[in-house]
């Protein structure tokens, strides 16, 4: 019965009839274009939802599948071959956009899991607001006190730049708060690599509750690093450093 389904579930190449996994975009046999409806970025480079990934092997098999999937290559195909190229062509450039950048592939497979950050970010946003909290985004509950002695000093040198002067000790404490968030981001870095080690562990083993936990501590993770990216980019910028 097992093998039954198995074959059943494969999709039977139209020029020679090998059977190919469903999500195959070219037939193993005779590397003809394939109808695949597959939108899945790891299938499409031929990898389980793996986190650590040879960025290098990736880009190999990005040049390969260009090469293979390029619509010059089928102008004299039928209308319907040209189309499946178009498509695919642009799936796999989205594809290795995405998986390419360890964040980017993160947030995707977060996607894949049913998790979409940004809805996530918006729907936490809303319910600061119904509360009387109007930010755009959620601050971590122990970032509190440090965030808005940041933003009083932030306020502070807007209203200088304004009356055209500088205040040195100001401007100092901010180099001390950029060192300090882009530590904050190396460490969040090192906690994420941790955590897809562990995803990665997890889905060999095909131990759910350890998955499930490694992501949501994804989720949060990836939430206070976009947090804390932007502190970032509002210190530089009033550093005249962006």
Same mark, same amino acid.
């Given at each position: 019965?097992?093998?039954?389904?198995?074959?059943?579930?494969?999709?039977?190449?139209?020029?020679?009839?090998?059977?190919?996994?469903?999500?195959?975009? /070219?037939?193993?046999?005779?590397?003809?274009?394939?109808?695949?409806?597959?939108?899945?970025?790891?299938?499409?480079?031929?990898?389980?939802?793996?986190?650590?990934?040879?960025?290098?092997?990736?880009?190999?098999?990005?040049?390969?599948?260009?090469? =293979?999937?390029?619509?010059?290559?089928?102008? @004299?195909?039928?209308?319907? =071959? @040209?189309?499946?190229?178009?498509? =695919?062509?642009? /799936?796999?450039?989205?594809?290795? @956009?995405?998986?390419?950048?360890?964040?980017? @592939?993160?947030?995707?497979?977060?996607?894949?899991?049913?998790? &979409?950050?940004?809805?996530?970010?918006?729907?936490?946003?809303?319910?600061?607001?119904?509360?009387?909290?109007?930010?755009?985004?959620?601050?971590?509950?122990?970032?509190?006190?440090?965030?808005?002695?940041?933003?009083?000093? /932030?306020?502070?040198?807007?209203?200088?730049?304004?009356?055209?002067?500088?205040?040195?000790?100001?401007?100092?404490?901010?180099?001390?708060?950029?060192?300090?968030?882009?530590?904050?981001?190396?460490?969040?870095?090192?906690?994420?690599?941790?955590?897809?080690?562990?995803?990665?562990?997890?889905?060999?083993?095909?131990?759910?509750?350890?998955?499930?936990?490694?992501?949501?501590?994804?989720?949060?993770?990836?939430? &206070?690093?976009?947090?804390? &990216?932007? /502190?970032?980019?509002?210190?530089?910028?009033?550093?005249?450093?962006?």
């Amino acid at each position: 019965m097992t093998q039954i389904l198995a074959q059943s579930a494969m999709a039977e190449c139209w020029a020679c009839d090998t059977q190919n996994d469903p999500a195959a975009y /070219l037939c193993a046999a005779c590397g003809k274009l394939l109808p695949s409806d597959s939108t899945d970025y790891f299938a499409l480079f031929g990898l389980t939802h793996r986190l650590t990934l040879d960025v290098a092997a990736l880009e190999k098999q990005f040049y390969r599948l260009s090469r =293979k999937l390029h619509p010059d290559l089928y102008t @004299r195909a039928s209308k319907e =071959k @040209r189309q499946w190229s178009l498509e =695919k062509s642009a /799936l796999l450039n989205d594809a290795y @956009r995405a998986l390419r950048d360890p964040i980017a @592939r993160t947030e995707y497979l977060l996607e894949t899991e049913g998790i &979409r950050l940004e809805e996530q970010s918006r729907d936490a946003t809303d319910a600061a607001r119904a509360t009387g909290t109007d930010k755009q985004q959620v601050i971590p509950p122990d970032m509190l006190e440090e965030v808005f002695e940041l933003n009083m000093q /932030l306020e502070e040198v807007r209203m200088a730049a304004a009356s055209n002067s500088q205040d040195p000790e100001l401007m100092a404490n901010l180099e001390v708060a950029e060192k300090n968030f882009t530590a904050q981001m190396e460490a969040l870095q090192q906690q994420l690599e941790s955590l897809w080690a562990a995803w990665d562990r997890a889905l060999a083993d095909n131990d759910a509750a350890t998955k499930d936990a490694a992501k949501q501590a994804m989720v949060a993770l990836l939430n &206070r690093r976009s947090y804390i &990216r932007n /502190l970032v980019r509002d210190v530089r910028q009033a550093l005249g450093k962006s």
